[in-house]
Every structure is written in C-alpha cells, then in structure tokens.
Nanobody, 124 residues
Framework: QVQLVESGGGLVQPGNSLTLSCAATGSTVYSYVLGWFRQAPGKEREFIAA????????FGANNVKGRFTIIRDNGKNVVYLQMNSLGPEDTAVYYCAADLSWLIQTTSAEYDYWGQGTQVTVSS
C-alpha cells in the first residue's frame, strides 16, 4: 500500500515559480515510478512528468518541458515538481501518482495510487 500526500499549492502571479511536494509512504515506494498529473476544470487529467524509482529516467510532457522539472529524493521519500514561468493555463489541481511497473507511463489509468491533489491558481 502506498499513500501520497501533495503540498505546496496556492495562488501565484503569472511569471512566478512554485514547487510542489509529494510525500510518499510505503515499504517499497523507492521502487515505484512517481508522476505528476494535473486537471483543470472541465478538462481531462493531463500527464506532466514522471521519474523512475532510482531517478535515472524521467520524462516530461512537451507543453511543460523547459519550465517544469521533476526531482526525486528517495532518502526522504519525496518527489518534487518545480514549476517556473507559470501562466494562467497552468491553473489546475495537481496530483501525485505512483505506478508499480518499471515503465514510465503517461496515461493516468496506468497509475496505481493517487494523492488527494493540491490546487494551483495562477492569476494576477
């Protein structure tokens, strides 16, 4: 069993940065792929980025490459999403997810555990 708890969301002005955290608990969480998704009102859940268990593989969506970075600290069982140059289009609920497989997946249905989400609002 894996539990995921996101934090760090809030209101941020356009152009600014924000870092989200996801604390993961579970006996073998270090072996799971951890990913970030987001869902804006009226839209489907969207893949942002994911990172392998030991951090040697990571993949990000094209629309956030160069702006968002996923980082994993297995010593603390935490995965971070560093977000720069935020715009109103980044407003959404951001979710952390864990996948038991070795592959980095971009489809939400492939992930086995989910956090409750944290709201990010980009507005002046």
């Amino acid at each position: 069993q894996v539990q995921l708890v996101e934090s760090g969301g809030g209101l941020v002005q356009p152009g600014n940065s924000l870092t989200l955290s996801c604390a993961a608990t579970g006996s073998t969480v270090y072996s799971y792929v951890l990913g970030w998704f987001r869902q804006a009102p009226g839209k489907e859940r969207e893949f942002i980025a994911a990172i392998s268990g030991n951090g040697d593989r990571r993949f990000g969506a094209n629309n956030v490459k160069g702006r968002f970075t996923i980082i994993r600290d297995n010593g603390k069982n935490v995965v971070y999403l560093q977000m720069n140059s935020l715009g109103p289009e980044d407003t959404a609920v951001y979710y952390c997810a864990a996948d038991l497989s070795w592959l980095i997946q971009t489809t939400s249905a492939e992930y086995d555990y989910w956090g409750q989400g944290t709201q990010v609002t980009v507005s002046s």
